[in-house]
């Protein structure tokens, strides 16, 4: 079954994906909208405001907010590496905390036991990798930085993409296309980034709005020019699909999921040690 069908006509109803949305860090990225209101306030002409969440194509997600994903495990992942280098090595973590890179280097180059040699040889493959992920964070997208990050940390790539895929990244959701037939990469939806659309608007943008419509409307209301990215005469703003069910509930349930979370404390280090040593246990005590 496919997920997106066509849009309705005569509403932006709750799963209409429409062309030239708005989005904070992809404003050059041509994103998309996913609308979120509720079908029946749309119905019923409850919703002063239509909201949706951008999509964006997935070539541009991936150098942008992917990109960060990845550079931060691989900076958390060398950070410990190198820790545990130290340690092996026989110095102490907080040399990091309190020393420059280039002294912790000194004194792992200075190191003669074999033990010690390799534990200085993984950290400064670690050290590398961490001075690798700094480089591409800071690096423009699709700058050689950052392609290298990719190539040089496959697993890491493949684990974030199998993740997004599989709807296991908390912020993202995965669609496949954002309407029918459309032969692409696919598309990231950006949970945490709301935008709305005054019902106004909304109304006109389901007959579509063009460069000289959006520049007439927004000179009678100057608070729509932020609402939809219309700046020349090729674009052309419309609804063009339709997240079709179930995949608009699973999209809803994630999207809702991760507002109404409840963060608590973890259980204690010595609780999980006194659990642990309770196994085995004889299952005629556990009366």
Request: hydrophobic share 40%; charged share 25%; aromatic share 8%.
């Amino acid at each position: 079954m496919d997920t997106i069908g066509y849009p309705s006509t005569s509403e932006l109803t709750q799963g209409t994906i429409f062309t030239c949305a708005a989005s904070e860090d992809y404003r050059d990225a041509a994103p998309r909208g996913l609308v979120i209101t509720a079908r029946c306030d749309v119905a019923h002409g409850k919703a002063p405001v239509i909201s949706y969440v951008p999509l964006i194509n997935f070539r541009a997600w991936l150098f942008c907010d992917g990109l960060r994903l990845l550079a931060s495990r691989v900076l958390a992942a060398s950070l410990g590496a190198m820790r545990s280098a130290l340690r092996d090595a026989g110095l102490a973590e907080s040399m990091l905390d309190t020393l420059s890179l280039q002294t912790v280097r000194e004194h792992l180059a200075e190191m003669t036991a074999k033990s010690e040699r390799n534990a200085a040889k993984r950290y400064f493959t670690a050290e590398t990798q961490k001075e690798a992920a700094e480089a591409a964070l800071i690096a423009a997208p699709g700058a050689k930085p950052a392609a290298d990050l990719f190539d040089k940390q496959p697993k890491q790539y493949q684990q974030m993409i199998q993740e997004l895929l599989s709807n296991g990244l908390l912020d993202y959701h995965f669609v496949e296309r954002s309407e029918p037939g459309e032969d692409c990469e696919g598309y990231v939806a950006l949970l945490r980034e709301i935008r709305y659309l005054p019902v106004a608007l909304a109304g006109e943008l389901k007959d579509g709005i063009d460069f000289r419509r959006f520049s007439e409307l927004c000179r009678g209301q100057p608070r729509y020019a932020d609402k939809l990215t219309i700046t020349n005469e090729e674009h052309y703003a419309m609804p063009i699909g339709i997240l079709r069910s179930p995949f608009i509930e699973l999209f809803m349930q994630r999207f809702t999921s991760l507002y109404a979370r409840i963060g608590v404390t973890d259980f204690s280090p010595e609780l999980m040690k006194t659990l642990r040593g309770i196994i085995p246990f004889n299952l005629g005590d556990a009366s």
